[in-house]
Every structure is written in structure tokens, then in C-alpha cells.
């Protein structure tokens, strides 16, 4: 068996991020000749390449590329076991859910209100991030859960308990023909002209093929939405936070999401069973969203 430092696994993975042994030595703050030997000396051991070297630079292999996704994993749990360690000298601390920002918003608050009327547990602490975000926060030990929503997002070792399963929404500028719709199709608005879909970045940064503008964030893409730039197909529950010129209208036939909450496999902490335990007071409000979102 081969043991790993988690030392050498750093050092691999900045000269795997920036592709430059100088640069890499710059960000960790070392010199670059021990660090050059720390990785030739990992590939030994290894009994790979990892890198390919030549006059143009330096480049990943395919081994390099599975030890990166394998590294950054390991890392961020060494890193969640470190966070969790310390966080459990305070067992009165609230726990920390995470949650993309504007999605489920109303489910959010419907489960805070329920969080509330838990005894002797501490209100959630919320913490707002972007689209994909919310597995990279749990593997790190940064959030303690978290609402995400299957199948789109990444649920790779995490237990979950589903929520509510809702329909899906287009969001148009209200000026737009189909605004007017009392509900569409998925090819109705596959190829829109001038309106094409908003596309979001992949696990590994890069983006899918398409006409769309890429974004990032969720007010970037509402701009976007307002000004006649793209559409998005969305959760019902998620267009509470569509502006005034944007309009939302059911797609009959896009697939159902399901919010879940999310927490590192293992049994749930006190907290989390505390949360669990709150989230059974929402069983009604997938369909009070679906009989609001087709009513509007």
C-alpha cells in the first residue's frame, strides 16, 4: 500500500491548477527546485507520469488527472474532518445549512419557520452560495447541509431526505410572445429566436457548447433575463426571486426536481436530526407552489 502525505497531495495539485512549476511555487510559498523533486519523487513512488514536460510547458497526463479529482477530494475531507473536529467542542453552535441563493426560497423560509419551533436547538445558520456550490461547502466541512436538488446536482457520497418534488418554470422577459402562454413545451423553447438558453459551468469550470451567454451568478442571469438575452427553465419554487420583468410559465413536460436536504454519509448529528425532524411540516408545499405558479 501506498501512503500519500497530504503535504506532497498540495503540492501536486497547485502545479496541476496552474500548469507551471513556478508559479505553483509561488502560490505555496516555496522554493521551486524541492518542489520539482517533491513531485518527481511522488511519481516514483507512484510508479507513473503525471505530468508531461517539454518546451511549451507542462500538461496533465491521464494519471495526473485522476490523482487531481482523487486529491482535491481527499484534501477537502482532510480539511471537513479538521473543521468538524473543532466545531464539536461546541455542541450549542447552530448548524450551518447551505443553499443557492434565490433557489427555494420559500421552501427556505417555510423550513426556518419549523426550525423555530424546535426545542432546545439553535436556529440554522444560512449560508448563501451560487449555482453547484453546495457539495464543495458539505465535502469541506464548511456547511453542515444543505437544500439541493436532484438530479441536477452533485449528491455523490452524501445521505439525503427528499422535501417536496415540483415542476419546473421557464423564465422570459415579460415582453417576449410566449410570456403570454398559459404553459409550454420543452420544444417550444429549445430554439427560441434570440433567446437562447443561459448556460452554467460545469463541475470543472468549463461550460457546455451552445449560443447562450455564460454566467455565473444568479443576478447576472436575472439581468440577463430582464434585458432579452436568455431564458432558463427553473424549479417552480425557485422563481420567487424573478424581478418584475421577467415572467414565469410551467413547462408541462420538463422532468420534476425534487429539493433534498444533504448531509455527509454517516447518521445525522443531533442538529441534523433536528432539521430532519422540522422538514416534515412541509409535505403540502410542492403543491401550493404548483397551484400558485399555474394560477399566475
Request: aromatic content about 4%; hydrophobic content about 45%.
Amino acid at each position: 500500500m501506498i501512503d500519500l502525505e497530504t503535504r506532497e497531495l498540495r503540492y501536486f495539485v497547485a502545479v496541476a491548477e496552474q500548469l507551471h512549476f513556478g508559479r505553483a511555487a509561488l502560490q505555496l510559498g516555496i522554493a521551486q527546485p524541492p518542489l520539482s523533486r517533491a513531485i518527481s519523487q511522488l511519481e516514483r513512488r507512484l510508479g507513473v507520469r503525471l505530468f508531461d514536460r517539454d518546451r511549451r510547458g507542462v500538461a496533465l497526463t491521464d494519471a495526473g488527472r485522476v490523482l487531481l479529482r482523487e486529491a482535491r477530494t481527499a484534501l477537502e475531507a482532510v480539511s471537513a474532518a479538521a473543521q468538524r473536529t473543532q466545531r464539536a467542542q461546541n455542541p450549542g453552535r447552530p448548524l450551518v445549512l447551505a443553499s443557492k441563493a434565490g433557489a427555494s426560497h420559500a421552501l427556505l423560509q417555510r423550513l426556518l419557520e419549523a426550525c423555530a419551533h424546535e426545542v432546545g436547538t439553535a436556529p440554522p445558520e444560512v449560508l448563501l452560495c451560487e449555482v453547484g456550490e453546495q457539495a464543495g461547502l458539505l465535502r469541506s466541512g464548511r456547511a453542515d447541509a444543505a437544500l439541493m436538488h436532484r438530479p441536477v446536482d452533485d449528491l455523490t457520497g452524501f445521505n439525503i431526505q427528499p422535501l417536496v418534488t415540483e415542476g419546473q418554470v421557464v423564465i422570459l422577459p415579460a415582453g417576449h410572445p410566449l410570456a403570454s402562454r398559459q404553459h409550454l413545451l420543452l420544444a417550444d423553447i429549445a430554439e427560441v429566436p434570440g433567446l437562447p438558453m443561459a448556460r452554467w459551468p460545469r463541475l470543472d469550470g468549463s461550460y457546455p457548447d451552445g449560443p447562450g451567454p455564460e454566467v455565473h451568478t444568479q443576478s447576472q442571469l436575472a439581468q440577463l433575463v430582464a434585458l432579452g438575452k436568455t431564458l432558463l427553465v427553473i424549479p417552480a419554487s425557485s422563481g420567487a426571486w424573478q424581478w418584475t420583468e421577467h415572467v414565469a410559465v410551467p413547462v408541462i413536460d420538463a422532468p420534476e426536481i425534487t429539493t433534498v436536504i444533504a448531509w455527509p454519509a454517516g447518521p445525522p448529528s443531533p442538529a441534523i436530526a433536528s432539521l430532519l425532524h422540522a422538514s416534515h411540516a412541509l409535505h403540502n408545499f410542492a403543491e401550493e407552489t404548483m397551484r400558485s405558479s399555474n394560477s399566475s
